[in-house]
């Protein structure tokens, strides 16, 4: 089975663009959940999507956002981006999100600037 | 999330056993400990987890105490390769899918 893919893996944009990052879960996996990771703040839950809906948040401005489509991939999406939204944002997949393990795609890397 | 406690950096000899520790001594009864790991700028890589009995596969060995408020991840033959951070984290088992990392312990593998 192949895993979790994330694309793209390297970004680079200028304060005050937009930005939108996707991820395709393990086949079959129906929870997708978004992670910020920066030196400072370490790994930080953003938000996780089951069936289309949004189903859990964690503690970050209306900036960041996220979809899921109906074949379990997701996006996320930064607007207004600002230089301390540099980071890895990592995207992890589950079975149903139930407390089934966590696999993790690689990340992408987003500089902004 | 479980709190937990691990060492924030430790050493190994090439073609040793390394023995990660970890404290949850908030360990819920019907709580998983679960083990990633980290290699510089990748996503975590899951390795092992396990309820009370201790588990072993083809990465790694897990001991849970009998209290379960602790456990140690055992990498019998360390490598350059598992040079990484590790993290032992404690999901909530409220059907919330957020996973706390906490600091985890950066593994150097020796030559």
């Known amino acids: 089975k192949a895993g979790v893919t994330q694309t793209p893996r390297y970004l680079i944009k200028t304060r005050g663009q937009q930005v939108t990052l996707s991820c395709s879960p393990i086949?079959?996996?129906?929870?997708v959940s978004w992670y910020q990771q920066t030196p400072g703040q370490g790994l930080q839950f953003l938000f996780e999507y089951f069936s289309e809906t949004q189903r859990n948040k964690g503690n970050f401005p209306g900036r960041f956002s996220g979809r899921q489509f109906s074949n379990s991939r997701s996006e996320m999406n930064v607007s207004t981006l600002e230089l301390g939204d540099s980071a890895l944002y990592l995207c992890a997949s589950s079975l149903l999100g139930r407390g089934e393990t966590q696999y993790f795609g690689p990340g992408t890397r987003l500089l902004v600037l | 999330d479980a709190k937990t406690t691990q060492p924030p950096s430790m050493d190994c000899a090439e073609g040793r056993a390394a023995n990660l520790p970890c404290n949850h001594s908030?360990?819920?009864?019907?709580?998983?400990v679960y083990w990633y790991r980290q290699i510089h700028s990748q996503g975590p890589q899951y390795i092992i987890h396990?309820?009370?009995n201790n588990e072993t596969n083809e990465m790694a060995s897990l001991i849970i105490t009998e209290d379960r408020k602790s456990s140690t991840l055992i990498l019998p033959h360390a490598t350059l390769r598992d040079t990484a951070v590790y993290y032992c984290i404690v999901p909530s088992n409220f059907g919330n899918e957020k996973l706390t990392f906490g600091t985890g312990t950066r593994l150097t593998i020796i030559p």
């Open positions: 396990g309820l009370k």
């Open positions: 908030t360990i819920s009864g019907n709580e998983y």
């Open positions: 086949s079959g996996h129906r929870s």
